[in-house]
């Protein structure tokens, strides 16, 4: 008896102890700084644990991407981090992206905790500031550099042009592509705008506000239609459009729909940059029927933007300096004939309109519609220009192209 | 002048004081805790800054889901917290999702920082701890159980069979879905094996080691083709497949199709759970050409999982039973005719074997392929029944149906 009472003291006295050791351990855990890991100087192709490129270098034994070291060398930029823009941001950093210019002037909301990215702790901070602090601790090896700002005011407009053409990874130079990520129509006028004076390549996206379709497409001024070239399109999502867009109504998001679009972007993106795959002009996504529709769309002769249609002249001269081969290579791989664009009207119209706008819809792919119509009067004036024409006009416009 | 230096000096000191203010409000915000937020009795719709499921509550005004409360009533399992189960369970943690199960047994590495969710000072933790951890920050409404273990061992498989139909939500029910999003065969066979014996619905979902395609997948017990029924299918992407599959090769992976495919793999079992849009039985996603095929399996008659066959007869019987206008309509809704599946073999397998093979290939969707064949010897024997029979024999078998 005694002598069992012995051990059992024993093994409580040892139980105790490990409990402390394991407490001890915990805590340390705790309170430890994280081990943020250290810049890399070379990417490397080495398959061990430690190495946080080994399987985007194995892209290039898969035989999938020629150089993907050249990642390292491009500079995007990312306008707009909310629901898409913060995703988008975080694959670029993952992805070993040279650097990364964000744009937004919004706080970070418990109200966004609906979508993947920003966390609890963070709200009340600016989403560029959070998000860089979160990126820069997921990627020592990216530059950042970050604008608190509304890029839509006149003063921020110029300093966001500023930025677009001198904010590349080499100081001076431009960067490689303009990411819209916005989440309304001034900003997306603001962006294809600049995009449009500066010549510069860039890719929208979009997400509707019943949360269920999305859509990402790739604007090259001259050679492809422009934001302001014909209302944007989405994929309709096959519900009443009439509970959509109205005055204060808070539009609804998904973390998966958001997900979605933001991996297409950036597959979109490194398909561009790292030449690999077919690029994709427009992509839709719709999530009641899980179809996505692709198309391209020629830019619009009488667009309202005179840039872009300096933009259009350009690319025809250049186009016709070409080598007769190249140019009609070149014609195939841009627009594809059977899907040129048309028009069908969702919302914020009266049925006179709508009527007048359904007739001379030609073959826009199945389950594609117009975003919003462009309204008369854009935006304060500021920076983007005013659109003159009635959407009648437009829709004559369109027709005669 | 002697006024205007006072004034200056004034000025000077208010300033000071105010830089003071603001050095002290910075460093109190990086020195707080991490302000989580606390814990919400009720789903609210209200549109407050403060309200996490404001946006998600919009989905019922928009008219796109009838009750999206009903979504904390729900378990899901996340088999594998890997590239796509780490975003998967992100996802469902911020719709709110009422209980997580989440198993893994490996360990967060660095070489896995190329895709989402984790981050460098989570190395060297295990996946399902350092996912609990974020994940309980993210959203303190959701349920987490967490079990750090290989399913494949018998024993843990027998205690993982034991979770799956008793770690629902209310202690003692089942999970209501099983998400598989696992990176090898034999743990995909154990999931397969362990849903056809309880009749467990589940979803499946891979990622190519290519890293530019993958799948989503719906197996319902007995009425859809199960795991063991057909070799898994892949969406193929149109490169060398010599150059997959090779022993000691490090696969390679992208952030953007992990992201996509964990995005339309909870997208699929948010459609389910809340009954809104079209479930989809299969979705692939071709990276390289952006294309997105679809389809549904019947079940193979002579499966060799006895479990499936048992669960074929038991939803025969219960379709018997059916009146039988709705049975026209279930018919309808499960089997596309158009889309049977059929063979095609990409690797690890004999010119002769390919031949044979490419011979009897009905329609399966363009694009699509087999991921890999059945390996005549599956596992160690411990968990998974044997496929006994060859290649052949399985071919000649699925041109009976």
């Given at each position: 008896?005694?002598?069992?009472?012995?051990?059992?003291?024993?093994r409580?006295?040892?139980?105790?102890?490990e409990l402390?050791?394991c407490?001890?351990?915990?805590?340390?855990m705790?309170d430890a700084?994280p081990?943020?890991r250290?810049k890399?100087?070379?990417?490397?192709?080495e398959?061990?644990d430690s190495?946080?490129y080994?399987?985007?270098?194995a892209?290039?034994r898969?035989?999938?991407?020629?150089?993907?070291?050249?990642?390292?060398?491009?500079?995007?930029?990312?306008?707009?981090?909310?629901?898409?823009?913060?995703?988008?941001?975080e694959m670029?950093?993952r992805?070993g992206?040279g650097?990364?210019?964000?744009?937004?002037?919004?706080?970070?909301?418990?109200a966004n905790?609906?979508?993947?990215?920003?966390?609890?702790?963070?709200?009340?901070?600016?989403?560029v500031e959070a998000a860089?602090?979160?990126?820069?601790?997921?990627?020592p090896d990216?530059s950042?550099?970050?604008?608190?700002?509304n890029?839509?005011?006149?003063?921020?407009?110029?300093h966001f042009?500023?930025?677009i053409?001198?904010?590349?990874?080499?100081?001076?130079k431009p960067?490689?592509?303009?990411l819209?990520?916005v989440?309304n129509?001034?900003?997306?006028?603001a962006?294809?705008?600049?995009?449009?004076?500066?010549?510069?390549?860039w890719?929208?996206?979009?997400?509707?506000?019943?949360a269920?379709?999305g859509?990402?497409?790739l604007?090259?001024p001259?050679?492809?239609?422009?934001?302001?070239?014909?209302?944007p399109?989405v994929?309709?999502?096959n519900i009443?459009?009439?509970?959509?867009?109205?005055e204060?109504?808070c539009a609804?998001?998904?973390?998966?729909t958001m997900g979605?679009?933001?991996?297409?972007?950036v597959?979109?993106?490194?398909?561009y940059?790292?030449?690999?795959?077919?690029?994709?002009?427009y992509?839709?996504?719709?999530?009641?029927?899980?179809?996505f529709?692709?198309?391209?769309?020629?830019?619009?002769?009488q667009?309202?933007d005179?840039?872009?249609?300096?933009?259009?002249?350009e690319?025809?001269?250049?186009?016709?300096?070409?080598?007769?081969?190249?140019?009609?290579?070149?014609e195939e791989?841009?627009v594809h004939e059977?899907?040129?664009?048309?028009i069908?009207?969702?919302?914020?119209v009266?049925?006179?309109?709508?009527q007048a706008?359904?007739g001379p819809?030609p073959?826009?792919?199945?389950?594609?519609t117009?975003?919003?119509?462009?309204?008369s009067?854009v935006?304060?004036?500021?920076t983007?220009?005013e659109?003159e024409?009635s959407?009648?006009?437009?829709?004559a416009?369109?027709?005669?192209?």
């Amino acid at each position: 008896m005694e002598k069992h009472y012995k051990e059992l003291k024993l093994r409580v006295r040892e139980l105790e102890n490990e409990l402390i050791k394991c407490k001890q351990k915990q805590s340390a855990m705790e309170d430890a700084h994280p081990l943020y890991r250290q810049k890399i100087d070379k990417m490397s192709a080495e398959v061990v644990d430690s190495n946080p490129y080994s399987r985007l270098m194995a892209l290039k034994r898969m035989g999938i991407v020629d150089d993907y070291e050249k990642i390292r060398t491009y500079t995007v930029a990312v306008v707009g981090v909310g629901g898409v823009g913060s995703v988008t941001a975080e694959m670029l950093t993952r992805c070993g992206i040279g650097k990364l210019l964000l744009f937004d002037y919004d706080k970070v909301e418990l109200a966004n905790m609906n979508r993947l990215f920003f966390q609890p702790h963070q709200a009340g901070l600016s989403k560029v500031e959070a998000a860089e602090h979160t990126l820069r601790n997921i990627n020592p090896d990216v530059s950042f550099e970050t604008h608190n700002y509304n890029i839509t005011t006149m003063e921020n407009f110029t300093h966001f042009m500023d930025r677009i053409s001198h904010g590349g990874l080499e100081e001076g130079k431009p960067v490689d592509l303009v990411l819209s990520c916005v989440d309304n129509f001034e900003a997306r006028m603001a962006i294809n705008q600049a995009c449009n004076e500066l010549g510069q390549i860039w890719m929208e996206s979009g997400v509707s506000e019943n949360a269920v379709s999305g859509h990402i497409q790739l604007i090259i001024p001259g050679e492809t239609a422009c934001f302001a070239c014909a209302p944007p399109l989405v994929v309709a999502a096959n519900i009443d459009e009439k509970t959509l867009k109205r005055e204060g109504v808070c539009a609804a998001s998904l973390p998966t729909t958001m997900g979605v679009v933001a991996g297409i972007l950036v597959q979109n993106v490194l398909k561009y940059l790292l030449k690999f795959g077919t690029v994709s002009y427009y992509l839709g996504y719709n999530a009641m029927q899980d179809f996505f529709p692709t198309m391209a769309m020629k830019p619009n002769p009488q667009c309202n933007d005179r840039h872009c249609r300096r933009q259009q002249e350009e690319y025809k001269k250049k186009e016709a300096e070409r080598p007769t081969v190249e140019v009609v290579q070149e014609e195939e791989d841009v627009v594809h004939e059977d899907n040129e664009w048309g028009i069908e009207l969702v919302s914020e119209v009266t049925d006179a309109e709508l009527q007048a706008a359904s007739g001379p819809v030609p073959d826009l792919p199945e389950g594609i519609t117009v975003a919003f119509t462009i309204p008369s009067e854009v935006t304060d004036g500021d920076t983007v220009e005013e659109t003159e024409q009635s959407l009648e006009e437009l829709m004559a416009q369109m027709k005669k192209l």
